[in-house]
């Protein structure tokens, strides 16, 4: 089975799970979007507003604003993959609780599995958190901001789908902190350095 076909196979599992929190309160599913055989995949928090209307990661502001970060290092919106640790909208977008994330971590594992990227980033601060905790939302806290972290890579195990994790600041964070952007562009280009590292 190619990973397209298994992707979708999973999304429709994560569509009809009743056991999945926050899916009451929602209105669209969001699983994921992007190159199924992807080398690089993006991790963000949870759907926003526009994301829930939609039922797509990354459709608003900030994910044009990714596509324009992604373009002046040669990438697109269409060469990764985008998902987010949460798969349905928290209302109001507020911050997930922790047996919500309990709930919503397997899918976001199998998507991993099924993809096997070279890298994956996470995408601001509550992203990163959730990553160096290893997927455990009650020591989420304790963990480095992204601000310390920010383009450091390390190997990251949660349950037992280990990968290389780089953490980038949110695309969103950009658009409203111009100053963040070399810091992005300097990071993204270690992520693709690692990429043809392991290409070579």
Known sequence: MDNKTELQKVEKEAGEDKS????????????????????????????GR??????FPFVGIAGKNLDKLLGKVGLSLES???????????PENRNP??????????????????IKPEVVCSLGNYATKFFFSEGNANLMDKQPGITSV?????????????FKLIPLF???????????????????????????????
């Not at 929190?21 to 995949?41: C, D, H, Q, S, Y």
């Not at 990764?80 to 928290?90: E, F």
């Open 20 to 47: 999945l929190l926050l899916r009451e309160t929602a209105k669209n599913l969001v699983f994921g979007k992007g190159n199924p055989n992807a080398k690089i995949m993006f991790v963000g928090e949870a759907p």
């Open 50 to 55: 526009q994301e829930d209307e939609q039922g």
């Open 80 to 90: 990764v993959y985008i998902a987010n640790i949460l798969k349905y909208r928290p």
């Open 97 to 114: 609780n922790p047996e919500e994330i309990k709930t919503h971590i397997p899918y976001l594992l199998k998507q991993i599995s099924v």
């Open 150 to 162: 920010h383009g450091k890579a390390k190997f990251v195990k949660i349950q037992d789908v280990r």
């Open 170 to 200: 949110h695309p969103a964070a950009i658009i409203y902190k111009r100053n963040l952007t070399p810091l992005w562009e300097k990071d993204i280009e270690i992520v693709k350095k690692e990429i043809e590292l392991n290409s070579e």
